[in-house]
């Protein structure tokens, strides 16, 4: 049979490499053995969120790590600004809400990326927070963090940002764009099982947890530092996907970063070249804010089906999000996605007539 491309916007293909690495004999997550994977590990993360800072391995999917920020960093009946441009600012916006944060949304059209004047304009000294999608998944947009860094540099307003589907895949400098929370998860471009999601605080964030009010345990964020500091975690880690990532990263680092990213570039140049000719167009309203780690295409009406017959021909990407599932299909360049597989998709694209 021939071979699936998989272009999905997550769960991602996982390369063979990090396959094998996980196919060994289970490890103690006390052992000095994982020990040294977590330490390797983290110093790779560092270099993929551009900080200095720790990155923390959570076990969980992606939602925890957003979790995490809040539990850690805010009180009760804190003010945050959202700018809402999609289902993830949405689902932000939503998970404050269940903590009682008193949230302030920004909304924009879909399609759109975040103003940030206009967030800002929603800013106040009261403000403990703003936080920002890196990347939409959703709409396939993403947004400008370190226009958002520079406006809130010299606030006491915490940076918040989700690159669930960016890190690895879009640049990403936390340190010089002034992030203050960073997080993101395994299975996107870092093409790892779903099963890890990391988290960075800068100092300004560390002091907010000191004042922190909000009830944490499991994602409690001073006790994961404990036992980062020895190369651990408080509980059971996912441990075959620590050893996933350590392969994954390995891979990332051999290409280069900055070639890893120039390859999502071209490869999301070829798609938004290739589907246009094709006749359809994207769903983001500027060429200059489409995601580079995922393309929505637009069309209107067609989308299932279009999911549906490229899966026919071997070719798997996502079908939309409410409300535009049924005009938008999306197309993953996130971790091991060649250019040929973007040949591939279209090719297969060409083949449907609707
Ligand atoms: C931008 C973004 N944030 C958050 C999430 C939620 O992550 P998870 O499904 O890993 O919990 C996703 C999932 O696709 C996402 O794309």
């Known amino acids: 049979m021939k071979k699936e491309v998989v272009m999905m916007v997550g769960p991602t293909a996982v390369p063979e490499r990090v396959l094998d690495a996980m196919h060994r004999s289970s490890i103690s997550h006390r052992s000095p053995e994982y020990t040294e994977i977590h330490s390797r590990v983290r110093e790779s993360l560092k270099k993929v969120f551009g900080t200095k800072n720790e990155v923390y391995i959570l076990t969980s999917s992606g939602t925890g790590a957003m979790e995490a920020a809040i539990q850690n960093c805010f009180s009760f009946g804190d003010e945050v600004v959202v700018p809402v441009t999609g289902t993830f600012s949405a689902q932000f916006a939503a998970m404050a809400e269940a903590y009682q944060l008193k949230v302030k949304k920004v909304v924009f059209e879909l399609g759109e990326a975040a103003d940030v004047d206009k967030v800002m304009e929603e800013v106040t000294p009261e403000t403990k927070g703003v936080f920002v999608i890196h990347n939409e998944s959703s709409t396939g947009v993403f947004n400008d963090l370190e226009a958002f ?16 589907s960016g890190a690895a895949g879009l640049e990403m400098k936390m340190d010089q764009w002034n992030i203050d929370v960073l997080l993101s998860s ?14 960075s605080l800068n100092e300004k964030a560390w002091e907010r947890t000191k004042t922190s009010n909000i009830p944490k345990y499991y994602f409690d964020l001073n006790k994961a530092d404990e036992f980062h500091k020895i190369n651990q975690t408080p509980n059971t880690p996912a441990v075959y996907n620590v050893f996933a990532v350590d392969e994954a990263l390995k891979i990332i680092m051999e290409e280069g970063l900055e070639n890893v990213y120039n390859r999502h570039e071209e490869n999301t140049k070829l798609i938004i070249d290739g589907v246009r000719k094709l006749g359809y167009d994207i769903f983001p309203k500027d060429d200059s804010r489409a995601s580079r780690t995922l393309t929505a295409v637009y069309a209107p009406g067609k989308a299932k089906k279009i999911v ?3 899966a026919k021909r071997g070719v798997i990407v996502n079908t939309g999000l409410p409300p535009i599932a049924d005009d938008v299909f999306r197309v993953g360049t996130m971790g091991y996605v060649y250019k040929e597989d973007v040949e591939a998709f279209l090719e297969a694209l060409k083949e449907i007539k609707l």
């Open 149 to 164: 860094g520079k406006a809130l540099k010299d606030t006491d307003t915490l940076l918040i940002s989700d690159s669930v």
């Open 186 to 199: 395994s299975q996107k471009a870092l093409m790892v099982p779903t099963g890890l999601s990391f988290i």
């Open 308 to 310: 549906e017959e490229l």
